[in-house]
């Protein structure tokens, strides 16, 4: 089930691919979550025309172990600082 992440203004979001592609939003689709115990990832995708999509992975690692258990909160304030959303 998907939740939307509701950002305080319109922001410019530049996501890495094969190619730089930025996307202006309101909103990000946090289409799901997936904890394999080693790693916590994102599947998200963006309120406009582009039809783009992204897989995050928001902790591995000493990151994954630091974190514990975490929140949907952590998980909202991740996304921001991977997508530099200020």
Not at 9 to 29: F, G, M, P, R
Not at 57 to 68: F, P, R, S, V
């Amino acid at each position: 089930m998907s939740r939307e992440l509701k950002l305080s203004t319109k922001k410019t979001i530049a996501i890495k691919t094969q190619e730089s592609v930025s996307i202006e939003t309101e909103k990000i689709s946090i289409d799901s979550v997936t904890d394999t115990g080693q790693s916590v990832t994102a599947n998200i995708s963006f309120f406009n025309s582009t039809g783009v999509t992204k897989t995050l992975t928001l902790w591995e690692g000493e990151d994954y172990t630091a974190i514990g258990r975490w929140t949907d909160k952590n998980v909202d304030d991740r996304i921001k600082i991977l997508l530099a959303i200020t």
